[in-house]
């Protein structure tokens, strides 16, 4: 049974750090990127980061470079979303996602985790 479970999430002060992970498993995770989504209320959902299968390569949206580092432990199925600096406008459900390398259909979710930024 495949499954991705996100962890991590909570209510933070702006300028404060969190540690999100995502933890995978009924999958062979290696052959997986895997990437950060969130979503606002009342936005659409936006890629946030993106790690290669072997975790040798990232990619992140502006709005977070320099704030956010997305890593990757492949001998534990586990992705870590670490983010600084936080600002009330990274306020979303956050959502870890795994995509195969080579075959486009094969597509796996979690449920979210809520991050809140706020004084």
């Known amino acids: 049974q495949v499954q991705l479970g996100e962890s991590g999430g909570g209510l933070v002060q702006p300028g404060g750090s969190l540690r999100l992970s995502c933890a995978a498993s009924?999958?062979?995770?290696?052959?997986?990127?895997i990437s950060w989504y969130r979503q606002a209320p009342g936005k659409e959902r936006e890629l946030v980061a993106t790690i290669t299968s072997t975790g040798s390569s990232t990619n992140y949206a502006d709005s977070v470079k320099g704030r956010f580092t997305i890593s990757r432990d492949n001998s534990k199925n586990m992705v870590y979303l670490q983010m600084n600096s936080l600002k009330p406008e990274d306020t979303a459900v956050y959502y870890c996602?795994?995509?195969?390398?080579?075959?486009?259909?094969?597509?796996?979710w979690g449920q979210g985790t809520q991050v809140t930024v706020s004084s």
């Open positions: 996602n795994a995509h195969h390398v080579s075959l486009a259909t094969v597509d796996y």
């Open positions: 009924g999958f062979t995770f290696s052959f997986y990127v």
